[in-house]
């Protein structure tokens, strides 16, 4: 393990000095599009405006004959791309083991390095694949000379990533988040459902017996387990935790209570792979105005975090404090970037 004078240091001479801590960003959604295909590279500035995070997505989805295309495309979007729009833009690059991976980075560092906000590596299975990537990026960050670091986003979706999120999260400073990838972590398990995300109808509870009347089966989450242990090393880590792809679009009810599970549970975001999830997204991960309003009088009435206070019948302390922090913390972020939302939070 790096000591802590180590572990900050750029990994090549001349490479940007890695952060210290997250870049302050709202990501309610991350927002995948193919850019292999002419009119969705069109449309990237618009989708831009309606978005907190823009992904290029050069991996699964793509054709094996369009992944060049792809990368090309992705470049062609980030050269036009303006930092200022206050949209993150990303890539989820092919897997390590892919004939595709190494021209992946090396093409989009050198040509779009100075626009790559971050990197999202499929199928990340232990703290090795985010060293590799790591040294890599600032091998190429000081030949391509670019000047702030480009970050890394894991995908979580084998079991031994699971086995190892604790030391992924941990891997390296260029470490942004990680992401549930529910497909494939289902098939690495040996689960017995071919869903992409949210529960299974026959995942539940069978309610005890009873005389004369049916028993009810309570559907359960089938992935409450891995997003708290994902979570957990995330905010132990520092770095952000995602709910990954809901793959039914036609059914958006089920895709906003997975959503909610997950930012309750303490996710920032969720993938959106359809117009129809961004709104859900967005939704969901803006603070509710009524929780709102009642953190902020929870700081308001403890300044300084200390004590103890009754408000609206319920006792506060710092306990309460920290949490209701963390979501006007949240509306603030929120309402900087959704004047309709800063006027229903006050802020």
Known sequence: MKPPRKFFEPLAIGAPAPYRELPVRLERMIHFFPPHVEKMRAKAGDMAKNVDVLLGNLEDAIPADAKEAARAGFVEVAKAWNPECGTGLWTRVNCLNSPWFLDDVTTLVAEAGNKLDVVMLPKVEGPWDIHYLDQLLAQLEAKHQVKRPIMIHAILETALGVENVAAIAQASPRMHGMSLGPADLAASRGMKTTRVGGGHPFYGVLEDAKESAPRTLFQQDLWHYTVAKMVDACQSAGIKAFYG??????????????????????????????????????????????????????????????????????????????????????????????????????L
């Open 245 to 346: 792809p809901f793959g039914d679009f036609s059914d958006n009810a089920a895709c906003e209570a997975q959503f909610r599970n997950a930012f309750l549970l303490g996710c920032a975001g969720a993938w959106s792979l359809h117009p129809s999830q961004i709104e859900i997204a967005k939704n969901v991960f803006s603070p509710d105005v009524a929780e709102v309003l009642f953190a902020r009088k929870i700081l308001d009435a403890m300044p300084d975090g200390t004590g103890a206070v009754m408000i609206d019948g319920k006792m506060q302390d710092d306990a309460t404090w920290k949490q209701a922090k963390v979501i006007v913390d949240l509306a603030r972020a929120v309402a900087a970037k959704d004047s309709v939302m800063a006027e229903k939070y006050g």
